[in-house]
């Protein structure tokens, strides 16, 4: 078996295990030398965000979002995004290459399922990012686990982040609307993306989660 990402062969040492057993051995995906090259998080980090830092005190960015809403949101990230993960995400969404998904499935999977929510909603793509790339990066790397599609994305605001100040990032419109929100009353809802960067898509998307009637919300990323 080829690895997915720089196409060198993997090996794999069989235990007898392996060999006894009667299904199909699984490979792993990705070699030795290319997995090195992402960061799990561990340590210490923000309780609220994952971010890390030297001390677990809640960090500045989610004490002003703390100030901005009612409610309050956990968020895990398992990886940091550091240039391996932005390359992974690069070919995974922006060339389109949909085999890349397998890379972290499991462990995003087995997230999902230790954080036992009652829903899980992945965070959505636009219509035309979907039709250009073909595929939303969330619910790929989710394959088997059952989801709640009740978000749906707007058209993105044609002026770039970066052009914006402060305060005009802040104050961003909402880019998604709710479909069937009585779904979510009472609810410990599980919110899923791929990076968290500055918790702006989040937030939006809990706000409505919660404004829906939901108990608890909280969220999960493959990166931050
Ligand atoms: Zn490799
Ligand atoms: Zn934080």
């Known amino acids: 078996m080829q690895c997915l990402l720089c196409n060198r062969l993997v090996t794999k040492r069989l235990a007898i295990r392996d060999l006894l057993w009667p299904g199909k051995i699984e490979w792993p995906v990705v070699c030795e030398e290319c997995w090195s090259r992402f960061t799990a998080i561990h340590g210490p980090a923000c309780p609220v965000c994952s971010a890390p830092q030297s001390t677990a005190t809640i960090c500045r960015e989610c004490r002003r979002w703390r100030s901005l809403y009612q409610w309050q949101l956990r968020h895990t990230a398992l990886y940091r995004y550091n240039e391996a993960m932005k390359d992974f995400m690069h070919r995974y969404k922006f060339n389109g290459d949909y085999r890349l998904r397998a890379v972290f499935q499991p462990t995003l999977v087995a997230a999902v399922k230790k954080l036992s929510a009652d829903l899980v909603v992945p965070i959505p793509v636009t219509a035309t990012t979907m039709q250009t790339r073909g595929f939303n990066q969330v619910t790929g790397l989710l394959t088997g686990v059952?989801?709640?599609?009740c978000l749906t994305a707007r058209v993105k605001?044609?002026?770039?982040?970066?052009k914006?100040?402060?305060h005009e990032r802040l104050q961003a419109p909402q880019r998604f609307a709710l479909v069937d929100?009585?779904?979510l009353v009472g609810k410990r809802v599980l919110l899923v993306d791929d990076v968290y960067t500055t918790g702006r898509t989040i937030y939006h998307a809990a706000n409505l989660v919660y404004g829906a009637g939901a108990t608890?919300?909280?969220?999960?990323?493959?990166a931050r």
């Open 157 to 162: 605001d044609k002026t770039a982040q970066s």
């Open 216 to 222: 608890t919300v909280i969220s999960v990323s493959l």
């Open 164 to 166: 914006k100040n402060r």
């Open 181 to 183: 929100p009585a779904q």
């Open 146 to 149: 059952p989801l709640t599609t």
